[in-house]
């Protein structure tokens, strides 16, 4: 019951939210605030709180959680105090790099303009929502649906479900933190004019699925 819920429930958060960004194009809203209130321009694109700390510091943070991830799956081998933990980090050495993955593959087949490419917001590609491009894509616009940079914290949704058998009173904590750290990620590419709200969402539920999936297949290993 647990399992199916876990699948159901962000789901249905997702469309409770998805639907009303489409149907009021709330996107295109909230990112015209985040321009006229940076002067007509995406004044904090090349900021180096937005850009260096929170884009390519966020990045490096991602990469290096999960370098540590892959070496204490290795470290589980040999160590008697991380051999408990070997099925959970082959868990989390699966579902992380996969989880992004999914999200890079969604780039690749859909054909949605970041933001600041459309003409609205200083670009030069007309604007179109996400949505009526899954069916008319418009000819020459990019790859930025959904966004790549809130899926390296979205990734680590993995952590929930790990924690669910480790640590299952910590595992409320964890959730709360990735999602805090995918609403930071998500903050910083809106206002940079990197991607729009439904492009954190649908990089969010991507991740979460993926993490859900794997956790399902394997969860009966874990207590062995």
């Not at 009021?24 to 709180?49: K, S, V």
């Not at 930025?144 to 009173?169: D, K, N, Q, V």
Request: hydrophobic share 50%; with cysteine; glycine share 6%.
């Amino acid at each position: 019951m647990l399992k199916q819920k876990l699948f159901w429930l962000p789901i249905s958060l997702y469309l409770a939210l998805i639907i009303p960004i489409v149907w009021w194009d709330l996107d295109w809203q909230l990112a015209n605030y985040w321009y006229q209130l940076e002067g007509q321009q995406w004044a904090l694109r090349y900021n180096w709180l937005t850009q260096r700390l929170l884009h390519d510091g966020g990045h490096d943070l991602a990469v290096g959680l999960y370098i540590i991830v892959l070496l204490l799956y290795s470290f589980s081998y040999k160590s008697p105090l991380l051999a408990k933990y070997k099925s959970g980090l082959a868990y989390l050495s699966l579902s992380l790099p996969l989880a992004t993955l999914a999200v890079s593959l969604f780039k690749r087949l859909t054909t949605v303009d970041c933001p600041w490419s459309v003409i609205d917001f200083g670009g030069q590609q007309p604007y179109q929502s996400w949505f009526h491009s899954l069916w008319s894509p418009i000819t020459g616009a990019g790859h930025c649906f959904p966004s790549g940079h809130a899926s390296s914290a979205y990734m680590f949704f993995g952590l929930y479900f790990f924690s669910r058998y480790y640590w299952p009173t910590r595992s409320t904590l964890i959730l709360i933190l990735v999602i805090s750290m995918g609403l930071i990620f998500g903050f910083d590419q809106q206002i940079r004019g990197a991607h729009y709200l439904s492009h954190d969402l649908t990089s969010a539920i991507l991740c979460w699925l993926v993490c859900w999936f794997i956790w399902y297949i394997r969860v009966n290993r874990w207590t062995r």
